[in-house]
T-cell receptor, first 115, second 115 residues
Framework: DGGITQSPKYLFRKEGQNVTLSCEQN?????MYWYRQDPGQGLRLIYY???????QKGDIAEGYSVSREKKESFPLTVTSAQKNPTAFYLC??????????????FGQGTRLTVV | AQSVSQHNHHVILSEAASLELGCNYS??????LFWYVQYPGQHLQLLLK??????LVKGIKGFEAEFIKSKFSFNLRKPSVQWSDTAEYFC?????????????FGKGTKLSVKP
């Protein structure tokens, strides 16, 4: 069954702690993305990666970090520097990055709550 | 910077009413256009897409959208909505050959259909 798997579905974090959200895809897609979804804000791009070992900041990268060591995996770390981390985080992938005529496929999301 | 505007934050309709959700984007070059839908508790899924060709595109579940280049618009339509169409709808744009792997989303329109 091909798709994107995000884990965990729900995550609680204490203030001041870093936490890593997992995203794995078995679609053989080159490009992967992390979005943050807040009510009334739509989806805002945090980071994206068009190819292994390369990634770029999106519109709201401050307080987040990523790695892309394997094609299938694009973990997102929410650091203690992120001032308002409580949100719904969505991972997506697409066959190509910038100029491809391809759609993005999304995972089920991780809801992060800072307590 | 590219942006996507969705005109309505929340639309409430009765079953069998017609639907039109507005979407405008700001970018002067070639674009790919998408409508995604997020049903309650489910992940984002593609409703329809426009890459090139006929500007009237048909998607799943009886939805269609029309690309009007001169108006920078990609409005979503459905002649007769059902209760099961209750969901949040997101318009998205990516730009051809851009230097960023950007898939830009609007803020979403929540559709509530009364039975």
């Amino acid at each position: 069954d091909g798709g994107i798997t995000q884990s965990p579905k729900y995550l609680f974090r204490k203030e001041g702690q870093n936490v890593t959200l997992s995203c794995e895809q078995n679609l053989n897609h080159d490009a992967m993305y992390w979005y943050r979804q807040d009510p009334g804000q739509g989806l805002r791009l945090i980071y994206y990666s068009q190819i292994v070992n390369d990634f770029q900041k999106g519109d709201i990268a401050e307080g987040y970090s990523v790695s892309r060591e394997k094609k299938e995996s694009f973990p997102l770390t929410v650091t203690s520097a992120q001032k308002n981390p409580t949100a719904f985080y969505l991972c997506a992938s697409s066959m190509e990055g910038t100029s491809g005529n391809t759609e993005a496929f999304f995972g089920q999301g991780t809801r992060l709550t800072v307590v | 910077a590219q942006s996507v505007s969705q005109h309505n934050h929340h639309v409430i309709l009765s079953e069998a009413a017609s639907l039109e959700l507005g979407c405008n984007y700001s970018y002067g070059g070639t674009v790919n256009l998408f409508w995604y839908v997020q049903y309650p508790g489910q992940h984002l899924q593609l409703l329809l897409k426009y890459f090139s060709g006929d500007p009237l595109v048909k998607g799943i579940k009886g939805f269609e959208a029309e690309f009007i280049k001169s108006k920078f618009s990609f409005n979503l339509r459905k002649p007769s909505v059902q209760w099961s169409d209750t969901a949040e709808y997101f318009c998205a744009v990516n730009t051809w050959g851009g230097s960023q792997g950007n898939l830009i989303f609007g803020k979403g329109t929540k559709l509530s259909v009364k039975p």
